[in-house]
């Protein structure tokens, strides 16, 4: 089974797949979608069809999206809401099951302390997946996404082949 974990973002959208084999992991892809600045729309249309793009190229089986995190400033996270909402429209419109967790669910599944920081979700991630190289901090995140939707998979027994 492929797992396509998605961190979403305006600006930086990471992304990362991996395999899952009974107990075992391993790296497949990961790397970033860019929208530049200037009007929203043609930014979402450039994350949709980068995510699009992703999802043919990989082919995976499930995805998982992290959940937004609210902050103070409200116009900013109604933008991140948007392009979580193209991180939850394209893997859905191509038949994927999508799970959503919370930073800290994400956190304390592939590091064991819901308030990790991100240094430490990386050397996991590391540990987890021998031999990756992240294209980005936001890849790192996504790789993290995804391997703990599998965990999550894994403990709800659903076969999860390769």
Same mark, same amino acid.
């Given at each position: 089974?492929?797992? *396509? ?5 305006? #600006? ?7 395999? =899952? @084999?009974? &107990? ?14 200037? @009007?929203?729309?043609? #930014?979402?249309?450039? *994350?949709?069809?980068?995510?699009? /793009? ?18 103070? @400033? ?22 994927? /099951? ?17 308030? /990790? ?7 996991? =991630? ?9 294209? &980005?901090?936001?890849?790192? @995140? ?13 403990? #709800?027994?659903?076969?999860? =082949? /390769?």
């Amino acid at each position: 089974m492929r797992v *396509l974990g998605i961190d979403p973002g305006l #600006r930086n959208m990471g992304w990362g797949v991996i395999a =899952v @084999d009974g &107990s075992r992991l391993r790296h497949v892809a990961n790397g970033v979608i860019h929208s530049e600045g200037g @009007d929203l729309g043609p #930014r979402l249309v450039a *994350l949709y069809r980068g995510l699009c /793009a992703v999802i043919i190229a990989h082919a995976p089986d499930a995805a998982a999206v992290e959940q937004t995190f609210v902050n103070k @400033d409200a116009v900013g996270t109604l933008k991140l809401g948007q392009a979580r909402g193209i991180a939850l429209l394209a893997p859905a419109e191509a038949g994927l /099951a999508v799970g959503e967790y919370a930073p800290n669910a994400v956190k304390k599944t592939v590091v064991g302390v819901g308030h /990790a920081a991100k240094e430490q979700v990386q050397h996991m =991630v590391r540990i987890q997946l021998p031999g990756v190289q992240f294209d &980005s901090p936001d890849a790192a @995140d996504a790789l993290a996404i995804a391997i703990c939707h599998a965990r999550h998979l894994q403990g #709800r027994n659903i076969r999860v =082949v /390769a």
